[in-house]
Each structure stands twice: as C-alpha cells, then as structure tokens.
C-alpha cells in the first residue's frame, strides 16, 4: 500500500487518539495520506497533526492511484465519503468512533491490529450495490450526485396526511402505497432505515433490492424483495405541492408532479472486509443475535 485517501465528516477531541493511531500507523508503513481538507482544517485547529498531510476536497481530486479510503466516524460519514470515490474503484474501510455501526465495523479499540492486516493484503474486498435516480422533471439537485449507497426515500413533506406512491416495476403497475412515504434500499441499506421500519435483512451480496413503506395505511402493505435488474418508477399523490426525496442523507424538494425513476447504478462500491471480520459476524454483534440478553436474577 503506497497511498491512501482519511475523511472525516465530523470532528471531535474524543476522536483525537483514534486519528493519530491512525495516522502513525500509516506512517510506519510509509504510506502517504491524504486528508480531506474540511476534516484536515479541523485537525489543524485542534492541534492534533504534528505535519503538513496533502488534502484532497473533490472528486476531481482522486484517482486510481489511491489504494484505499480510510473513514473516522459512523455509517453516516461512509455514506458521505461514497460522494468522493463514486465510481473510481476505491476500497472504503471505515473506524467506528460513532454508534451502531454496520458499514464502520472497525472498533477504535483495533485500529492498528485491522490496518495493518489490510497493509498486509489480509483482507478481502465485497461490492456493494448502489442505486440511481433520475426524475422528470429533472432535479438541479441530482445532476451531479444522483446515486445512493443505501436508500432512496420517498417522504411527505410539511404535512401530517399521507402520501400516495403509485408503484410501477418494469412498467408493470404494483400497487398504490399510502403511507408517510417508501424506501427503496439496497442490501446495504436493509440494515439501515428500511430495517427500522420492519424491512428485512439481506447480505451485501444478494441481487436484490427491498422496497419498504413508512408507516402505511394499508394495513397490508409489507416490504417486498424485488431483483435488482428491477426499473422502479413512482409518482406521488400529495396534498402538499412537493415531496422529498433522500438519497442516503442527501435531501431536496421537487414538485408534486415529479416522476421518479430508480435502477441499479451502472458501478459498486468496494468494502474491505479483514481476514477476521465478517457479515455474520456484524450482525451477530450489533443485533445481539445468538445471545442471551436476560436478566439471570430474574430467572
């Protein structure tokens, strides 16, 4: 490993020996780091760095070249970093000095042990799918960013009356959701938003997409797996005269009478997994699968 990219999306001092950690690791090795510079400004303010990083603000300012993308935060800060590498190819390994944490599975108690098996070749790479969007008529807000990690969201906005969602998959019509809106997930995604509104959970290499509505109206209405060669449009009946749509924590508003459009995007995301983690192992861990969560006492 000769060179590699560090974002940050947020900054805090209890994330001050977890970076360094990081950094020195890095170092040892002579591996040159580049540090997204909203995040290096901070670094520098907080006089956490004792050297000059190069920096890196745009996609523009990556290339092949980069071997992998070091991220410092939660799930959120990944998804936000995905908006640097899109379609490069670079591998995403993401320390966990957030919360839950299923995309950042690298504890902060392991940064040296983890990045170095990686500086190793001890790992293994899985794709992630990624989701497209395009409207009519068309969004300002997605001409450049229009793809999605782990959800799209249909959502009401600045009411408390339902949405309809007229669904279509392959211009086949599928039914009619009324709800508070629907998520479109990809596997990624099925341990994220869709998950809390009772979607299923789904390995990051299943071929599907998962199609969730949000507090529906029809009683009926449960989360569907569809393959993910699926073309999706819908169209929403709103009382208001716009409605959101999210692309992972990307957000805007569009007219009522916005068509929208979903596929699978044309390339994937690499996630590094080391030699000694794994899906299972994630879920098992961050669900508390398998374990016996009881009081004894109570017994």
Known sequence: MKKVAVYGQSYSISAEKEIQ???NVLEENNVVCFIEKKFYDLLIDGNILNKKYPTFSHFSDLDTSFETMFTLGGD???LRA???I???GIPILGINTGR???LATINKKSIKENVELIINGEYSLQERTLLTVKTSPKTKEFAELNFALNEV???RKNTTSMIGVTTNLNNEY???YWADGLIIATPTGST???LSCNGPVISPDSKNLIITPIAPHNLNARPMVISDETSIQLEVDSREKEFLISLDSRITSVPENTKVFIEKAAFTIQSIIPKNQSFLQTLRSKLLWGEDTRNETNL
Do not use: E, Q
């Open 100 to 102: 839950l944490g299923f």
């Open 153 to 155: 969201t249909i959502a």
């Open 21 to 23: 950690i990081l950094l």
């Open 76 to 78: 959120g800060t990944i």
């Open 86 to 88: 899109r379609n490069l």
């Open 82 to 84: 995905v908006t640097y």
């Open 174 to 176: 599928l039914t009619n």
């Open 192 to 194: 994220g938003y869709s």
